[in-house]
């Protein structure tokens, strides 16, 4: 065998080992990578935990609570009598912020009367804006616990905050602000997308 054969040889044995090595490493690095990247992308339970909720509101009553979760917090729809939405403006002076002036309690679409889209319907976390306990829907008017001024509302047992039909904080309360108006829209009339706000501000 000549030089030159030999050479040949080499060459071949050469490109074929630095190519099967090749191959084994892209293996053993993919095998490495795979499971780090699976790790990093969020599991179906975290997707679900964060993606908005529906919630069929056509068969609620008036004066009713109907109760959903959406990102593990409870979320309460609320059906407002005529009564309920005409006393809402009656207690203003009560209140800690009538205005829903802090901005971050509710979405722009949110920041008026009633807080909600839709005056007769209210969508509210129900969650107490001082150490998140969840409040009790406390609808009658004037029971001897909450006093004669008291014409409906959201109570909190574990400090004693008050919120009116509104989600509004009253004043001297251990809650600071307003409870929170989630993003919402209407998809039809009887069905409200949580979580989302259907591409208004």
């Known amino acids: 065998m000549s030089d030159s054969d030999s050479n040949t040889v080499d060459v ?15 293996a053993g690095t993919a095998a490495f990578a795979a499971p780090l990247l699976i790790s990093w992308k969020p599991s179906a339970r975290a997707l679900n935990a964060g993606a908005p909720v529906e919630m ?32 809402l403006p009656s207690i203003n002076n009560l209140l800690a912020d009538p205005d829903s002036a802090v901005e971050t309690q509710q979405p722009a679409y949110a920041k008026n009367d009633a807080r909600s889209r839709k005056p007769e319907i209210l969508v509210l976390i129900g969650i107490c804006t001082h150490l998140g306990c969840s409040p009790t829907y ?6 001897a616990d909450m006093g004669a001024d008291w014409l409906g509302g959201f109570f909190c ?8 039909l509104a989600g509004r904080v009253y004043k001297n309360v251990p809650a600071p602000t307003n409870l929170v108006v989630p993003e919402h829209y209407y998809k039809t009339d009887g069905v409200i997308l949580i979580g989302n706000s259907g591409g208004a501000a």
């Open 56 to 87: 069929n509101i056509s068969k609620i009553q008036p004066g009713q609570r109907l109760k959903a979760v959406w990102q593990g917090k409870p979320i309460w729809v609320v059906s407002r009598t005529e009564k309920m939405l005409a006393d």
């Open 157 to 164: 047992p574990c400090h004693g905050s008050k919120f009116d």
């Open 12 to 26: 071949k044995r050469r490109r074929m080992l630095i190519a099967a090595t090749s191959v084994v490493g892209a």
């Open 138 to 143: 406390r609808p009658e008017i004037a029971p």
